[in-house]
């Protein structure tokens, strides 16, 4: 079983015990947090895709830990002008733990 759900303005796949990577979330470390933005759910055979979310449908998670993504190095450069800008950016993520698909 899986489901499409929205978290932080972002669309993930989702299935019972998948760990995943999110902007971060304002819970504490070892908090449960529900989404019920859940757009299409899948079970077995089964396919229920929602107008725009499918009703009565919540997907449980708990916060493992917030760390800092990797780094990115943004380099701007305009040629025979002598213009050079280096900018670095580490986007801030929370790793989710997705419990469970409440019905």
Known sequence: MYAIVEI????FKVEKDRKLYVHRLPQAEGEIVEFDK???IEDGDQVE???PVVEGVKVKAKVLRHLKGDKVLV???KRRK???KLNGHRQYLSQILIEDIVR
């Open 75 to 77: 380099f701007k450069k």
């Open 38 to 40: 859940v757009y299409l």
């Open 82 to 84: 002598g213009y050079q």
């Open 49 to 51: 895709v929602g107008q």
């Open 8 to 11: 932080q303005g972002q669309q």
